[in-house]
T-cell receptor, first 114, second 113 residues
Framework: DSGVTQTPKHLITATGQRVTLRCSPR?????VYWYQQSLDQGLQFLIQ???????AKGNILERFSAQQFPDLHSELNLSSLELGDSALYFC?????????????FGPGTRLLVL | AQKVTQAQTEISVVEKEDVTLDCVYE???????LFWYKQPPSGELVFLIR??????QNEISGRYSWNFQKSTSSFNFTITASQVVDSAVYFC??????????FGTGTSLTVIP
């Protein structure tokens, strides 16, 4: 158990809908990362937050957004969902924001868009 | 072009055999970090090792060992005397300056009892 929690574990929704995925980092970690793991694209870095501020952006679609709250939990919002958004979404956390930091991953949220 | 290439999509070995998982990376940064993660059937990604670009010493941890060679941009992972519990998907990852993170496509390892 990495100490990173994600809810919900599974989510089934329809195209065009909007969903919110939630992540709580390990105790003491200030940085949160979001990843998408799909069969065709593998594990893709989406975005990173550090202490409430966006720190780095990867391959995140404009339909997706995220934020990190004062209590350090983070939410990933996915809107206008398409079939291709079906994937496993991971959250990870690290103590500090630097590239050298080891990221500890949560169990993931499996999203199915029908 | 892929930043991290794991050419072996699937590998099967018989228990107690040694197996090496290959990882080749591409970066122009002088400072970068390399990682290996394990994803067992349960789905969670488990951290195995981190190595910075200035440390080319090989590392051994129990049955696991890592061979980092900057000259060939490789960071290979060897499991000695494999066990069924080693069956998982293994990912190699690269972090560059500017906090960009790249994962390989993974190597699925099956250890047959």
């Amino acid at each position: 158990d990495s100490g990173v929690t994600q809810t919900p574990k599974h989510l089934i929704t329809a195209t065009g809908q909007r969903v919110t995925l939630r992540c709580s980092p390990r105790s003491g970690d200030l940085s949160v990362y979001w990843y998408q793991q799909s069969l065709d694209q593998g594990l893709q870095f989406l975005i990173q937050y550090y202490n409430g501020e966006e720190r780095a952006k990867g391959n995140i679609l404009e339909r997706f957004s995220a934020q990190q709250f004062p209590d350090l939990h983070s939410e990933l919002n996915l809107s206008s969902l398409e079939l291709g958004d079906s994937a496993l979404y991971f959250c990870a956390s690290s103590a500090e924001p630097g590239q050298q930091e080891t990221q500890y991953f949560g169990p993931g949220t499996r999203l199915l868009v029908l | 072009a892929q930043k991290v290439t794991q050419a072996q999509t699937e590998i099967s070995v018989v228990e107690k055999e040694d197996v090496t998982l290959d990882c080749v990376y591409e970066t122009r940064d002088t400072t970068y970090y390399l990682f290996w993660y394990k994803q067992p059937p349960s789905g969670e990604l488990v951290f195995l090792i981190r190595r910075n670009s200035f440390d080319e010493q090989n590392e051994i941890s129990g049955r696991y060992s890592w061979n980092f060679q900057k000259s060939t941009s490789s960071f290979n992972f060897t499991i000695t005397a494999s066990q069924v519990v080693d069956s998982a998907v293994y990912f190699c990852a690269l972090s560059e300056q500017g906090n960009q993170f790249y994962f390989g496509t993974g190597t699925s390892l099956t250890v047959i009892p």
